[in-house]
């Protein structure tokens, strides 16, 4: 979340936003405040983890440094030898599906089943044949929101990964886990790569990850990137390799050149606008991106500026 | 040239035969591997199974999780069936078995004598069940079969003279046609259940709506068990299926098919092709089958707005009944998430909604996370 | 003959008994709890249905169904 000023503010502001939210949010959302914990291996990485609790702080928001027996409480399973850790206390999951519905129902908007093929300036061609005019319409189709408005240049390209679910172990994880390293390896902009990142849920089910693949768009499970992505996983968290899995996932997050989303007017499509190219924070800052997507159309002042975020600022 | 089968239960074990048989001369080797820890599939569980041949090597206790694990010349899937079942009022209680989940538990040990049992559902399978409990001291008080007289003595009618004999053989005078249980009762253990409008005192339930063919293997190797050419040969020619993964036609189909996809992933054509008139035969078996037992619609009546259809997941008949599809009911109310991986609510579901299952993924079955990590070589 | 312990029980079975017959056989009638807290049973007794799912040798998860029954084995039920 802090890969630039811009990605920590969109990335704050929506943490806020989902915060106020949880009180009453259904238990089928699964909001469960475990925290993330950012892994340390080495001293090396222990210096990136004081650099980022200043960042943090600089920034008002507290974050606790554990030192190597600190980390072993909090998280027995992880292997011996690791060097401390980050805790960002208030970090968060959710149940995507559910919270989307969650929100829809909330928002009294009608759902229309149906696929869009075309965007033009105040119309949506339907796969069906008809279509729907709007005074506003927004584009949030990820990585296929390019595809719709073949006129508009649209700098987003789809990058892969994969996830194994397993059975219920409640306890077995606490918090997200993180390898710090993620930062260096799964943040390169190119070619494919692996990090240590586990995280339960309600159910006491764990999702292990992640794997990132560059212009590989087929929903296969591509088995030694999987077998890689495990190792990683095991080296981390030897318990790992005894669990059952249950279920393997894979997706394909919509990524941008500078690594922030593209969020404000389509250019050269008035009354167009797109909310897209999240890559892997697409969760997390959804409410902050309709936000200040939203306060722009109506004419309002959005808590952070859209400025870093607008599509056109690649032209 | 090395062969490999999935499945060693009827048509895996003809496979592996006539596949040792044909590569007797050219030296190739024949594997044959099954999750169970024994050979015979469910039909032969705990004896009956014919003895395996020489030349062929047994993997037995080992599911194959996910095709990247298996290397291969030619492939025969044989990877048999599991029994349906339908959601109704008190069918998670303890003491509610499979019909040859129960017959499967007594030939692994458990003791039914003196229990009071009702075998219901539809299918062949019912007196078969009941006449092996009743010889395992089981007192059987009722065969609830959900077909009518009427097609059950067109069926009987097209049965060869073998088969009569061995209806004959298991036959029960309890066998109530027409008939299906639409409640079990009990609270931590069944103890009766409604069907026809009586309430049975029973122990157990042995319960099964036919079979659902396991096609999770060829579907996630891109391959459909239901369109074959004549060799039992796959869209992949390097792949074969055969027995109840192609559709479900009884242990004589299986064992034909096996024999005709091993003798021709060995190469033995003419061999292969001696079996095909019995095939067709039996294949008019499968059809007539079909038609006697097909499902009756008021079974897709029987869950409650609280009844659980996903018994992993704990997922009720009302949250699904709004829902648009397996994928939309799958990611907002958790069917089929579970680790049976719905191969339990998945047919029900397609019954009840009529909702196809959507794609298949690694692993076919819960898996330790380990065995991920050594699948295929580190990309470059 | 194996002898296993279930739940704390030792219990004596034939050879090629399976761990879901023994739980049976000792008069246990629920192997685990479903996610909302009802007492579940094998239904499939062949390794389809996940419902038979008890702790073996201090593992959790597995399939009682399709595991036979050895000498010193420890079953625990929920």
């Known amino acids: ?315 | 040239m090395k062969i490999v089968i999935v499945g060693a239960g009827p048509a895996g074990l003809a496979a592996a035969r006539s596949a040792a048989e044909g590569v007797a001369r050219s030296g190739a080797d024949v594997t044959l591997i099954d999750g169970n820890h024994s050979t015979g599939g469910q039909i032969w569980r705990g004896g009956g199974a014919p003895e395996i041949e020489t030349g062929v090597a047994t993997l037995l206790n080992t599911r194959v999780a996910s095709p990247d694990l298996l290397t291969f010349d030619k492939l025969i899937l044989a990877t048999g069936a599991r029994e349906l079942f339908l959601p109704f009022p008190g069918w998670t209680l303890p003491g509610v078995f499979g019909a040859g989940g129960l017959q499967a538990l007594v030939k692994e040990g458990l003791d039914v004598r003196n229990k009071r049992v009702v075998v219901a559902g539809t299918g062949p399978l019912l007196l078969a069940v009941a006449h092996y409990l009743k010889t395992h001291g089981a007192d059987i008080r009722l065969i609830a079969e959900q077909a009518p007289w009427s097609k059950l003595i067109r069926f009987g009618a097209a049965l060869p003279s073998r088969k009569w004999l061995e209806a004959l053989r298991l036959w029960n005078p309890c066998f109530s046609p027409s008939t299906w249980v639409t409640e079990a009762q009990g609270t931590t253990h069944v103890k009766s259940v409604s069907a026809g409008g009586k309430k049975i005192p029973c122990d157990y339930l042995a319960i099964g709506y036919g079979l659902v063919p396991n096609t999770e293997l060829p579907q996630l190797m891109k391959v459909d068990p239901c369109a074959l050419d004549e060799y039992q040969r796959t869209s992949n020619p390097a792949i074969f299926c055969a027995g109840e993964v192609t559709g479900i036609g009884g242990v004589d189909l299986s064992i034909v098919e096996g024999s005709i996809a091993g003798y021709a992933a060995a190469g033995d054509v003419e061999k292969a092709r001696a079996f095909f008139v019995q095939r067709d035969r039996w294949k008019r078996f499968g059809t007539a089958l079909a038609e006697a037992f097909a499902l009756r619609p008021e079974l897709a009546q029987l869950a409650r707005p609280d009844t659980f259809v996903c018994r992993c997941e704990d997922v009720t008949y009302q949250e699904l009944v709004a829902k648009a599809s397996w994928r939309e009911a799958k990611i907002h109310s958790r069917c089929g998430m579970g680790p049976c991986q719905g191969r339990v609510c998945g047919p029900a579901v397609e019954f009840l909604f009529g909702w196809k299952p959507d794609s298949v993924r690694p692993p076919l079955f819960p898996t330790p996370s380990g065995s991920f990590s050594m699948i295929g070589n580190e990309p470059q | 003959m194996p002898e296993i312990t279930i739940d704390g029980r030792r219990v004596t079975v034939r050879e090629q008994t399976s761990v879901a017959a023994a739980i049976l056989q000792a008069g246990v009638s629920s192997f685990r709890r479903s996610v909302t807290g009802e007492p579940r049973a094998a239904l499939c007794g062949m390794g389809i249905c996940y419902e038979c799912r008890v702790t073996i040798d201090g593992e959790p998860h597995a399939l009682s169904c399709q595991t036979l029954c050895v000498d010193g084995m420890v079953v625990e039920t929920t």
């Open chain 1, 1 to 315: 979340m802090d890969d630039s000023e811009a990605q920590f503010a969109l990335t704050r502001l929506s943490r806020e936003l989902w915060m106020e939210l949880s009180p009453d949010l259904p238990r089928s959302v699964e909001y469960e405040a475990c925290g993330t914990l950012w892994v340390a291996a080495d001293e090396e990485e222990m210096r990136e983890v004081r650099r980022k609790q200043e960042f943090y702080a600089s920034r008002g928001v507290s974050t606790q440094i554990l030192d190597a027996l600190q980390l072993r409480e909090a998280e027995p399973n992880l292997r011996d030898g690791l060097a401390g850790a980050l805790l960002v206390n208030q970090d968060s999951v959710v149940y995507p599906p559910c919270a989307a519905v969650e929100l829809i129902a909330r928002s009294g908007a009608t759902v229309l089943r149906a696929r869009s093929v075309g965007i033009e300036s105040q119309k949506v061609m339907l796969a069906n044949g008809e279509s729907l005019e709007a005074g506003v319409i927004i584009n949030a189709a990820g990585i296929h929101a390019g595809a719709l408005m073949p006129s508009v240049s649209v700098p987003i390209a789809p990058r892969k990964g994969h996830l194994l679910i397993t059975d219920r172990y409640p306890g077995f994880v606490r918090h997200q886990l993180v390898e710090l390293g993620y930062l260096k390896s799964a943040h390169s902009t190119t070619g494919s790569s692996v990090a240590f990142n586990v995280q339960p849920r309600r159910t006491g089910q764990l999702l292990i990850g992640s794997s990132r693949q560059f212009g590989v768009n087929s929903p296969d499970i591509d088995a030694p990137m999987m077998a890689r992505m495990l190792r990683r996983a095991t080296d981390f968290m030897p318990g790992i390799a005894r669990l059952s899995a249950i279920r393997s996932w894979t997706g394909v997050r919509a990524a941008t050149p500078d690594k922030l989303p593209l969020i404000g007017p389509c250019p050269g499509l008035p009354h167009a606008f797109i909310a897209a190219g999240h890559e892997g924070l697409g969760i997390t800052t959804s409410l902050g991106t309709a936000r200040i997507l939203t306060d722009h159309i109506v004419g309002k002042t959005p808590p952070i500026p859209l400025s870093p975020y607008l599509p056109d600022r690649h032209a």
